[in-house]
Structures are given as C-alpha cells and as structure tokens.
C-alpha cells in the first residue's frame, strides 16, 4: 500500500509558475512509474505526464509539451512536476499515481494502483 501526499498547488496568474511535489507516506517511488493526472470541474480526468520507474523514460499530453516537466529526485523520494507558461485552462485538481514497477510510462489510468487525493491549481488573473 503507498499513500500518495501532493503539495505545491495554489493560485497563479496567467503566465506564471507552480511546482507540484509527490511524495509517498511508508514507502519509496523508485520502485513506482509515476503519473501525473488533472481532473477540471465538468471535464474527464485527463493524463498530464508520465516517468518510468527504471529508466527515467517520461511522456507528456499534447497539451503540456513544452511547459511542464516532470522528474524524480530519489534523495528526496519525490516526483515534481514542474509547470510553467500556464493558463487559466490548466486549473484544475491535480493528483499523482503509482503503478507497479513493471508498468510503462502510460497517460492511462488503468495501470495505476495508488493515488493521491490531489491538489488544487488554479490559473486566474
């Protein structure tokens, strides 16, 4: 059992900055592939972006490419999704997901087994 804890959301402007931490309670993410996931008021849960547990192999959603970044630190045991550029249609609930070691990289939520219950991004000026 991992318990998923996201933190770093909040209110930003158009343009701005926001880093989101994941980070498990009893346990270590690098035995987990990671993901991102995003879920706005009316809208499906959409997939964010991905990192493979063993080798680093990451994937983003179209919508994302070349303003998030996600990665690992294994000495903080934390994943951080790093969002720039953003605007008022990324607010949204953001939670990570573990999926077991074996499981790709994947912007699905089938794979994953564990999450957290998510953190609150809003884009306003």
């Known amino acids: 059992q991992v318990q998923l804890v996201e933190s770093g959301g909040g209110l930003v402007q158009p343009g701005g900055s926001l880093r989101l931490s994941c980070a498990p309670a009893?346990?270590?993410?690098?035995?987990?592939?990671i993901g991102w996931f995003r879920q706005a008021p009316g809208k499906e849960r959409e997939g964010v972006s991905c990192?493979?547990?063993?080798?680093?192999?990451?994937h983003y959603a179209d919508s994302v490419k070349g303003r998030f970044t996600i990665a690992r630190d294994s000495t903080k045991n934390t994943v951080y999704l790093q969002m720039n550029s953003l605007t008022p249609e990324d607010t949204a609930v953001y939670s990570c997901?573990?999926?077991?070691?074996?499981?790709?990289?994947?912007?699905?939520?089938?794979?994953?087994?564990?999450w957290g219950r998510g953190t609150q991004v809003t884009v306003s000026s």
């Open positions: 997901a573990a999926a077991p070691w074996y499981s790709p990289c994947s912007l699905y939520p089938g794979p994953y087994s564990f």
């Open positions: 009893g346990s270590t993410l690098a035995h987990y592939t």
């Open positions: 990192i493979d547990h063993s080798d680093g192999t990451t």
